[in-house]
């Protein structure tokens, strides 16, 4: 990587976001190998992520005010990892997937001290369904419930497609789900509705009675 940065004309000029969206493209490709793929399709795109990744660190580590490299980067991921895993690093006890988390949640809390709400640290660029997904986990955390509004707009959608749940049916498995979900979009695409906006803002809505249930004494 160092020698490519060094020598290759389009390298040098390439900034952290001019990358973003090679990173954006590579990342959708590594999930394509990991559903679709092959053992060597997998082998290939873990190694252009592994690329984006060293490449994000060549530009820092020329950054004139506040430079790092990979090894910095290997360092910070070492010290978290370890920090998040006191049941093998510090002699702490978990014999449950559920005990685990408690300390991977705990440590984490713990570097996050000045976040204010339990919805900051999501980043933004999500797409609108995993975002829904994050925000929903949050959410519930302080007590608002986004799955009971979910499901009764669900249930007002119109018909399932053949083969689906009957409408207004809760899914039962991640197949039923898909079509439940691929028939709220053939409604969104009859109506003239953009699926994706739709979601982003009724989802900023729920981020609103977060913060607000937050800022309850």
């Known amino acids: 990587m160092r020698e490519v940065r060094e020598h290759c004309v389009w390298s ?4 952290h976001r001019d990358l973003v969206p090679y990173l954006i493209e590579e990342s959708h ?23 984006q990744v060293l490449f994000h660190a060549a530009i820092a580590a020329q950054d004139p005010t506040d430079p790092f490299d990979i ?7 070492t010290e978290k990892m370890v920090r998040r895993h006191p049941h093998v690093f510090a002699g702490e ?3 449950t997937p559920e005990e685990v988390l408690v300390h991977w949640n705990a440590a984490k809390a713990a570097e996050k001290r000045t976040r204010r709400s339990v919805l900051d640290g999501i980043p933004r660029g999500m797409p609108a369904l995993a975002l829904a997904q ?4 949050r959410a519930a955390g302080v007590g608002v419930d986004v799955a009971g509004a979910g499901v009764a707009a669900a249930a007002e959608a119109g018909a399932a497609p053949a083969g689906a749940a009957p409408a207004g049916a809760v899914p039962t498995t991640e ?8 028939a709220l979009v053939a409604v969104a695409r009859a109506e003239g509705w953009d699926a994706e906006r739709a979601l982003r803002e009724r989802l900023r809505r729920v981020e609103d009675e977060v913060r607000e249930a937050e800022s309850r004494p």
């Open 93 to 95: 006890t978990a014999t």
């Open 134 to 137: 994050k925000v929903a986990g």
């Open 71 to 77: 090894d910095d980067v290997a360092a910070t991921l």
């Open 12 to 15: 040098q000029r390439i900034t």
């Open 175 to 182: 197949a039923e789900l898909g079509d439940a979900l691929l």
């Open 29 to 51: 490709e590594v999930i394509d190998a990991v559903e679709s793929g092959t053992k060597d399709d997998l082998r290939e795109e873990l190694g252009d992520l592994l690329w």
